[in-house]
Structure formats: C-alpha cells, structure tokens
C-alpha cells in the first residue's frame, strides 16, 4: 500500500499560505505530489487534496457510500443561513432538501429567467458613464444580486422588496473582508452589546430579514396563487416522499442560502469572462461574430446555445474557477483511494484549481484558449466547476445561463476598454478566488453594430 505525501512545512505555515496565497501553495505541492497529497490547511487534523480525474471521479461517485459529505464543517456558516440551510445538512435530511430544493432549478426552468436577467443586464449597465471607470466585478453583483431576488420573489419594486434587498447586502457585507468575517470565525466575539455592537447590529438585521421572508411566505399561503412560477412558489409548491411541504424556517433558510450561494459567486465568473475577453482581441473578434450573426430577436435559449459563448464560458470557469476546493467529503470507514488506504474520519476534498490545471488535460494551462472545449470534449471529472455527486452546485444551470446572457448582453451593447495594464492576479475572497482589484474597465460608448442584432430584452 501506498504511502500519502504532506508537505514538509508546520500546520500553521500551510494554513496561513492557504489562506493568503492559495494558488502558490496548491502549485507548490503538486509539483512534489501530483495527483493527491494531504495537507494541514484546516489544522492538524489534515485535509487531503486530490486533483486527478480518476481521483475526482472515485471520490465524487462513492460520497454516500464509503464517504459522506458533512454539514457540519460549514458550521460558522449557521448565523448567517440558518441550521436548516441545505448546505448545514448531511445524510439523509440534506438529500429530502435538496430534491425539495431541485425543480426551480432544473435547466427547462430557466426559460424563465432568460428575459428577466437580460432585462437587468440592460438596467445595470445603462447607469454606466461613458468615459469614466468601473469596477467590473461591482457592477456583476449589482446585476446577480437583482437575478436571484427577482428570480426567488418575482417582486420587482415595492418596499418589502428594497428593504429586503439592503439588508442583504449589509449582511452579505460580513463575508466580504477578513476582519468582518472573524465575526463568524470566532464565536466568542459573536456577543450582543446592543444595536451598535458589531454583533448586536447582525443580529438586529437577521431578525428584521426574518420577518420580511416570513411576511411573504404568509401572505402567499394566505393568497395561494399556484399559476406562479417563481423559486418560492415552486419551494412551496414541492412535497418531500411522505407528501410534507418545507415549514416556514426550512423555506427562510434555504431562501437565504439561494441568496447567499447565487450572487457573489455568478459575479466573480462572469468579471472573469469580461476580462479575459476583453483582453484578447482575438477572442473578442469571435464573440462579437458569432453574436452578430443570431438571428433577430433571437430567444435566450438560442443565445444559451451558442458554441463559441460557451467555450468562453467554461475557460473562463476553468481557468479561474471561483471554488477551488468541492466542499469536503469525509470516510465512514477505512477505504482506498486512487490506491492509498484511508483510515475512517478523513476529510477529501477535490482540488478543481489543480485539476484544472493539469497539462495532459489542458497543455499551456495557463493561457486562455476557448477553442480547447470546442476541440475535445472533457468529462464531468475533468472538468468539474460545479463539483460533483452529493453537493453538486444546485443553482449550476441558472449560473451558467447568467453568465452567458449576461456577457453576450453586455458586449453587443457596449464598446469597453480593460484599463488592467499588467495581468489581473486571483486572489481569496472568502472561500472563492477571485480577481484581486475587481477588475476595473472603461465603456466607451455604445457599440456600433456592423450588422442589425440580435438581442430581445426591453426594459
Ligand atoms: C459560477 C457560479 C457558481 C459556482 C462556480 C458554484 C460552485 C459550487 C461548488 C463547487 C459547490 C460545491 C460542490 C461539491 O462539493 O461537489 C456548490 C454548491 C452549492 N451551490 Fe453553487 N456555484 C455557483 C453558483 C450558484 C448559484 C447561482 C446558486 C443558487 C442560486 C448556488 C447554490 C449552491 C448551493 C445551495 C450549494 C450547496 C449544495 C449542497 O450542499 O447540497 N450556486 N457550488
């Protein structure tokens, strides 16, 4: 039996060059132990990283067999979403919320999304001014923000709606930098010392987001409208095997986890694909002609459709993909893996950076080339941006369909100068990588098509 390698450098040295140099200490220890090798990322305890596609595929296929995937590392995530959310869940409660969870999300729903993010692509970047700077990334979220409220409530205006919408920006907000996330890192700093306190201040938020989502799911039952079709609805509308519906907190939570899980992550993707296209000419010249040449009013499953949009997509998410790790899986008992024995209670997570790395599977790995998925045809474990098996990203097609409407939106509308003189570098924002800086670009004006488009949103 084989021996596992782990790097040679203290727990503390590795979990500190994971968190602030991640890309550097994944390339760092491939390159001593290519396709799998433990780590000390999390703690003594040990996290092992496995990058290749048998790899993935034998971790991935088995993780309700001889692994599981826990709930409960995601522990810290509890204050924000919930302990209902389904990514709190495991065994069989996380698999009843997740086929509850499932139909709004099911690629024929997204028909009904198509219109409604075309719409606000258009609304978000006609507040742009020509000549002046933006920053990429920003003006995404504003546009994945609206997506998945408008496609979770169907509420376009109102007060509920905008009260709702702020406060879920200021909560998101303590993700978004170290020191305002060590609120949830560090329990004992979560202490209510009043509205101003920073904890006391969460705290108030939650409770007034509470009974926003819990005043809406009231007033739907008490007006039940089954014509509706959006996420809420359909939440409400689904039945678990015994014919029971989600109560109240279970559809609060799993709202807030759709919220939490949809924007930030659809944004980073899609201010990658703006800038990797607006930073290769030759990219741009393919797009805006194979963009050019839909027909009019062209429906936004044609525009899904499209073969060169989507390679662009998909090496913009291979490239750079926004998870580097899939959550972790963990061994019920002793098993083997790629040919290494594993005792019981070891934690395995699939390392997507790294496997999509790989030269036998993508040579020059670190240059752009769309045209690589247009060649060959990569399997679910060679390219996997969405995971895999038990937790596989729920809200996969809507943010694959966004991406792509978005960008295509976008660059037929606007002429945009990326203003990056020297490389964007990818860098940890929370749990994702993401470009350091946002990426900041220029609009120009409105394009001039060099033939009539293409694109049916009105506004
Ligand atoms: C480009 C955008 C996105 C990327 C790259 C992404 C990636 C991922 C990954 C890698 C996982 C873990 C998979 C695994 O462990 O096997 C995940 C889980 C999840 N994602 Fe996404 N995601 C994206 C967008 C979304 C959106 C739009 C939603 C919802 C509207 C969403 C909801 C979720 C949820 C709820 C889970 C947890 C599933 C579970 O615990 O069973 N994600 N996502």
């Known amino acids: 039996m084989k021996t596992l390698n782990s790097p040679k450098t203290s727990p503390l040295i590795q979990r500190l060059q994971w968190v602030f140099n991640p890309l550097e200490y994944m390339e760092t220890n491939v390159k001593i132990n290519r396709d799998i090798f433990n780590t000390q990322v999390t703690g003594s305890v040990g996290l092992i990283f496995v990058n290749s596609p048998e790899g993935m595929q034998e971790l991935l296929t088995r993780d309700t067999k001889e692994f599981y995937a826990p709930g409960s590392i995601n522990e810290i995530l509890k204050p924000l979403l919930g302990e209902q959310s389904v990514i709190l869940l495991d065994g069989d409660r996380h698999k009843r919320q997740r086929k509850l969870l499932m139909p709004p999300f099911h690629g024929e729903r997204m028909r009904n999304y198509g219109e409604l993010i075309l719409n606000i692509t258009q609304q978000a970047t006609a507040k742009l001014k020509p000549g002046k700077p933006f920053i990429a990334r920003n003006t995404m979220q504003e546009i994945t923000l609206a997506v998945i409220l408008q496609a979770v409530f169907w509420v376009f205006e109102g007060s509920r709606y905008d009260e709702l919408k702020q406060l879920i920006t200021s909560l998101l907000a303590v993700t978004d930098s170290p020191i305002s996330s060590s609120l949830l890192f560090f329990t004992s700093l979560q202490k209510d010392w009043g509205a101003w306190s920073p904890w006391g ?8 987001v509470d009974e926003l989502l819990f005043a809406e799911i009231n007033e739907r039952r008490q007006n039940w409208d089954e014509t509706r079709t959006d996420i809420l609805n359909l939440m409400m509308a689904a039945r678990d095997e015994d014919g029971q519906p989600m109560t109240d907190e279970e559809l609060r939570d799993e709202l807030l986890t759709l919220l939490f899980a949809g924007h930030e992550t659809t944004a980073t993707a899609m201010a990658w694909a703006l800038y990797w296209v607006h930073r290769q000419p030759e990219v741009y010249q393919k797009l805006i002609q194979e963009l050019e040449s839909l027909p009019k009013n062209a429906d936004p499953m044609t525009i899904f459709r499209l073969p060169y949009l989507t390679a662009v997509c998909n090496e913009a998410l291979r490239i750079y993909p926004v998870a580097m790790l899939t959550f972790p899986r963990v061994t019920k008992e002793q098993t083997e893996l790629l040919g290494y ?106 394009r001039t098509p060099s033939k009539s488009v293409a694109i049916p949103a009105t506004v």
């Open 341 to 446: 024995q594993l005792e019981p209670n070891v934690g395995v997570a699939g390392c997507i950076y790294l496997l999509h790395h790989r030269e036998d599977l993508y040579p020059e790995p670190k240059q752009f080339k769309p045209e690589r998925f247009l060649e060959r045809k990569f399997s679910p474990y060679e390219f996997l941006p969405f995971g895999s098996g038990a937790r596989q990203c729920i809200g996969m097609a809507l943010a694959q369909f966004e991406m792509k409407l978005a960008l295509a939106q976008i660059i037929l509308d606007y002429d945009l100068t990326l203003l990056e003189k020297r490389p964007v570098k990818a860098g940890r924002r929370g749990v994702t990588l993401s470009p350091l800086g946002g990426i900041k670009m220029m609009m120009n004006g409105k």
């Open 201 to 208: 201040r969460f705290l108030r938020m939650r409770k007034k």
